[in-house]
């Protein structure tokens, strides 16, 4: 599974835009991209998934360049309960459930 | 959107009980689930592999006698923390893949924090 590298930690304040940047320079031709939000005490919550190029939701952007060695994730308008860590995990689609591999994450603290 | 649930979401026991969690795919079949735990101020760490009707498969380091997976049926997988002792305690949490349109997202339960005297 290719490794991934993110800052440990963000400040933000409220009514900012949050990019968060992720590395992945051993990236496989059919690893996705995903990110998780995970919130104390609870477990990690599904934001967003990409492949290349652009990807839009109603909570985040996903951006991938084309060599695909990097992803941001962008969160508009933040506000206090975004504060949160934030996962960037890179994977295969296997079909049959795929292994994930957590690194340290970044947490974000959003302030007044 | 798909949900999987936990249960319990909290237990505290003494030292040599041995504690079942449950992990539920509650709208969706799951032929693979996971198990992960977490330490305080700590990323998650896959424990191993739950397959429907088949054996668990096991990180590196992780003791399958002391926490032994079962996967009942598409919708359900238990962890059993066998003898459990205080370094046990932690957070343990259980995910489930779910395929849609050429893709695959992992679904995550609530977790379950575990307490041992």
């Known amino acids: 599974l290719a490794k991934t590298t993110q800052p440990i930690s963000m400040d933000s304040y409220e009514g900012q835009e949050v990019n968060i940047t992720c590395s992945h320079n051993?990236?496989?031709?059919?690893?996705?991209i995903t990110w998780y939000q995970q919130f104390p005490s609870q477990g990690p919550r599904f934001i967003i998934q990409?492949?290349?190029t652009k990807v839009t939701n109603e909570v985040a952007s996903l951006f991938i360049p084309a060599d695909r060695k990097s992803s941001t994730l962008s969160l508009p308008r933040v506000s206090l309960s975004d504060t949160a860590v934030y996962y960037c995990?890179?994977?295969?689609?296997?079909?049959?459930?795929?292994?994930?591999?957590f690194g340290t994450g970044t947490q974000l603290k959003v302030e007044l | 959107g798909a949900v999987v649930s936990q249960h319990p979401s909290w237990v505290i026991c003494k030292s040599g009980t041995s504690v079942k969690i449950e992990c539920r795919s509650l709208?969706?079949?799951?032929?693979?689930m996971f198990w992960y735990r977490q330490f305080p101020k700590q990323s998650l760490m896959l424990m191993a592999t739950?397959?429907?009707?088949?054996?668990?498969?096991?990180e590196q380091g992780v003791e399958k006698d002391k926490f032994l997976i079962n996967h009942a049926s598409l919708t359900l997988s238990t962890l059993t923390v066998t003898s459990a002792h205080p370094e046990d305690s932690s957070f343990y949490i259980c995910?489930?893949?779910?395929?849609?349109?050429?893709?695959?997202?992992?679904?995550f339960g609530p977790g379950t924090r575990l307490l041992v005297l």
């Open positions: 739950s397959n429907e009707g088949s054996k668990a498969t096991y």
């Open positions: 995910s489930a893949p779910r395929e849609q349109q050429f893709q695959e997202t992992q679904y």
């Open positions: 990409g492949y290349k």
């Open positions: 709208d969706f079949q799951a032929t693979t």
């Open positions: 995990l890179v994977g295969p689609f296997t079909g049959g459930g795929n292994k994930l591999t």
């Open positions: 051993n990236i496989a031709t059919n690893d996705y």
